[in-house]
Nanobody
Framework: QVQLAEFGGGLVQAGGSLRLSCAAS????????SGWFRQAPGKEREFVAT????????NYADSVKGRFTISRDNDKNTLFLQMNDLKFEDTAVYYC???????????????????WGPGTQVTVSA
């Protein structure tokens, strides 16, 4: 069983930066694919970025490519999302997620991810 908890959300002006962290518990997390998703009010949850089990491969949504960076520290059981040049449309609740099938880490469909944190609010003021 994997448990996840996000930290680091908040209010930031457009053009600013935030770094989200996700603390993971469970012996298997280091072998899991991991990812960040977000959900804006009135919209469905959407893919932001995913990373394979050892951090050597990543995948990004086009809307965040070049601005966001996903990374992980398996020794500290922590997943990160560095967000730069934030835009108003990045406002959402951000969730970290994990799945047991390490080969499926590129999956962008949130319904296929098995473990979720409670989310952290990111608000970007225009």
């Amino acid at each position: 069983q994997v448990q996840l908890a996000e930290f680091g959300g908040g209010l930031v002006q457009a053009g600013g930066s935030l770094r989200l962290s996700c603390a993971a518990s469970g012996r298997t997390w280091r072998w899991n694919g991991s990812g960040w998703f977000r959900q804006a009010p009135g919209k469905e949850r959407e893919f932001v970025a995913t990373i394979n089990y050892n951090g050597e491969s990543t995948n990004y949504a086009d809307s965040v490519k070049g601005r966001f960076t996903i990374s992980r520290d398996n020794d500290k059981n922590t997943l990160f999302l560095q967000m730069n040049d934030l835009k108003f449309e990045d406002t959402a609740v951000y969730y970290c997620a994990a799945l047991r099938d390490a080969t499926a880490w590129r999956t962008t469909n949130p319904t296929q991810w098995e473990y979720w944190g409670p989310g952290t609010q990111v608000t970007v003021s225009a």
